[in-house]
């Protein structure tokens, strides 16, 4: 009886991964959009009077755009950046609110603050060549508009 031939060391090896590629050209470009209007949305809160305390802030369940307060009240911003106003707000979908609302519970785990009175989660939205506008409490936490 013969014996089974041992694996060959390529089949048991993944294929090594590719050299990371620069991202495709309309990706920088949405990327860099991205931060403009959250810089954008940021100079409009502060103008506001809030101050802004976290931009793009990252959690395992998800990221805030914006973390900003005023006062004894604390937002969790989402920004929108599109052509119009009105496609800025068509695009916070259902899934982005629940995950900005986990995020927040992240936030707020990791910095306890009894001075907070209330919370709620807003949206900037931007487009070119208009001011941008910011809806107070855009959602509830059930990510409910």
């Known amino acids: 009886m013969r014996k089974p031939e041992p694996l060959r060391p390529s089949a048991t090896r993944r294929p090594a991964p590719a ?4 991202p495709r050209p309309e990706r920088q470009v949405a990327f860099k959009l991205g ?3 959250e810089s954008r949305a940021a100079a409009y809160l502060i103008a506001k009077g809030f101050r802004i305390l976290a931009r793009r802030w990252r959690s395992p369940a998800g990221e805030i755009d914006i973390v900003a307060r005023r006062r004894h009240l604390l937002i969790f911003v989402e920004v929108k950046a599109r052509e119009t106003i009105d496609g800025a707000a068509e695009s916070v979908t259902l899934r982005q609110r629940r995950r900005i609302a986990m995020a927040a519970e992240a936030w707020l785990a990791l910095r306890p603050d009894p001075s907070i009175q209330d ?3 807003d949206a900037v939205l931007v487009a070119p060549g208009r001011i941008p506008v910011h809806i107070p409490a855009a959602f509830d936490a059930e990510g409910q508009i």
Do not use: G, L, T
């Open 19 to 22: 050299e990371k590629s620069e």
């Open 35 to 37: 931060i403009s209007a």
């Open 119 to 121: 919370m709620r989660f």
